[in-house]
């Protein structure tokens, strides 16, 4: 039987450690990282949020907080087929993810990276791991709060509808 304490036996020591949510959180975060300094002009830092309007701009930053925060209090099972698809979803995510920007770096003037689908796509690529993450999620590791999968999701929502309309502006500003 599972402990009734904040945190379930199940997810004591490093086995808690391993099924937190925020370890999915990782790979968007490294790459964003290791390639910061290899994106195409628009998308840096300087262009990227220059003349942004703030309630855009707050939108954005409070939804990235929640998005790569926020899974530090969800634990991942793989136990149902929601949670095994959501594994699939997250993986496909990162691919596409990944792929959305090695398009723009390696092909910055091609068709696909200077059309609005193409320079749009890695803010809305984010919707497949982030969909994944939630579907994968179990719980809180606080237990007196009530949990529902798709509550992440829903923050995550709201979180690209602001980040994908900052690319838009972005693309509309440079094409």
Known sequence: ?????????????????????????????????????????????????????????????????FVFAFPALMWIRLDSPRQRLGLRLYGAGLVAYFASWFALMLFPDSVWSTSVIGFVAPAYTPLLWLAGIAMMSDGWYVRRIPYRWWYYLAGSLVFLAFHVSQAFLIFTRTF
């Open 1 to 65: 039987m599972e402990s009734t304490t904040a945190f379930g036996a199940r997810y004591r020591g490093l086995a808690g450690l391993a099924a937190n949510a925020i370890l999915f959180t990782l790979p968007p975060l490294l790459f964003n990282i290791v390639f910061a300094n290899s994106l195409p002009k628009a998308f840096l830092a300087d262009q990227f949020w220059k003349d942004i309007p703030l309630a855009m701009a707050l939108g954005v930053r409070i939804g990235e907080v």
